[in-house]
């Protein structure tokens, strides 16, 4: 049976450590937040903030939520912090979970946020590695769910890298049972071990397709999804990168394959002209702010799960 009480101090290092059950009761209750103006008050709550890389919607979103629950939130800059001298996970974590009650950590790979939750006490959030953004999928498929209330029979196609975000709605959409197609460049497919993963979780054969053919990808789909053909970490490559990925864009080309009530969606920051048009962020199709906007409620639902 499922309990949501089970959500409490746990980790959310990966879309994975969720189940369907725990991802379909916090869209609830972020809609709740969202919609019905619930309060929940943790009142002297801290989240503790540590982002190895930039970020404008993940830091922001995460102090928003944190204060609309009445808590607070700490930012620790690498640079201003002893992290950035070189302070080994094992002492900062164990240091940072004496002081704060919920950490969300963005980082490069997904051991050192491994190695964070092996020795903080207190709960660990993914706030992006390379390897995944579970935060960015939960405030995905809430702008989904909003927009065609049923996830049956959707079928998202993400266009682009196959990344940290792309891994992220790849476990998500396994585990609440959405098609996923992802259209890459030959040599940037999803890691096999996440395609792996997410077969075993979604064993209709038919509810991941991997091409390097973005208009078959797009026929028929209901959401276009894309991100930047660079991540974080990646500069030395967005030359190569750039000329790889010519033809993956999305643009009114693209979006007219998909089904004529598809939406289209980006994690932003976008570089337009790149992975989207100018046009396509413009217009009426785009969900892309509301997506922006829902990872505050979104996330003001975790913590309110893994701090009670
Ligand atoms: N989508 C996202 O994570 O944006 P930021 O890098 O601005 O946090
Ligand atoms: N794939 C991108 C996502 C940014 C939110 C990156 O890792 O830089």
Redesign the pocket.
């Known amino acids: 049976m499922f309990n949501p009480k089970k959500l409490a101090k746990k980790n959310f290092l990966s879309s994975l450590d969720m189940s369907r059950e725990e991802i379909d009761y916090i869209l609830e209750l972020a809609k709740n937040f969202k919609y019905n103006n619930l309060e929940i008050n943790y009142k002297n709550k801290i989240l503790g903030l540590v982002f190895d890389?930039a970020?404008t919607?993940?830091r922001v979103s995460f102090q928003a939520a944190m204060s609309r629950l009445g808590g607070s939130s700490i930012d620790l800059n690498p640079l201003t912090s002893q992290i950035g001298r070189g302070e080994l996970i094992k002492d900062t974590a164990r240091v940072l979970s004496r002081y704060c009650d919920v950490l969300a950590i963005r980082t490069f790979s997904q051991s050192n946020l491994e190695e964070y939750a092996k020795w903080s006490t207190k709960p660990v959030i993914n706030a992006?590695t390379?390897f995944e953004?579970p935060c960015?999928a939960l405030a995905d498929f809430l702008t989904i769910k909003e927009e065609f209330h049923e996830l049956k029979n959707l079928v998202l196609t993400f266009v682009g890298?196959g990344?940290?975000?792309?891994n992220s709605l790849i476990f998500c959409g396994a585990l609440l049972g959405v098609e996923v197609r992802i259209a890459c460049p030959k040599g940037y497919e999803p890691n096999a071990l996440v395609l792996k993963k997410a077969m075993e979780i979604n064993n209709n054969k038919d509810f991941l397709k991997v091409t390097n053919n973005p208009i078959e990808a797009a026929l028929g789909s209901n959401i276009l999804y894309t991100?930047?053909w660079?991540?974080?970490?990646?500069e030395n490559q967005k030359e190569s990168k750039d000329k790889d990925f010519d033809g993956f864009c999305i643009n009114h080309d693209l979006l007219r394959k998909a089904d004529k009530n598809a939406i289209v969606l980006h994690?932003?920051?976008a570089y337009r002209s790149k992975e989207i048009t100018d046009e396509i962020m413009e217009s009426p199709n785009n969900r892309i702010f509301e997506q922006a906007e829902n990872r505050m409620h979104a996330q003001q639902a975790l913590l309110a799960c893994l701090l009670k």
Do not use: F, I, W, Y
């Open positions: 890389k970020s919607r993940t992006l390379d953004h960015q890298d990344n940290n975000v792309a991100d930047v660079s991540s974080m970490g990646e994690c932003l920051p």
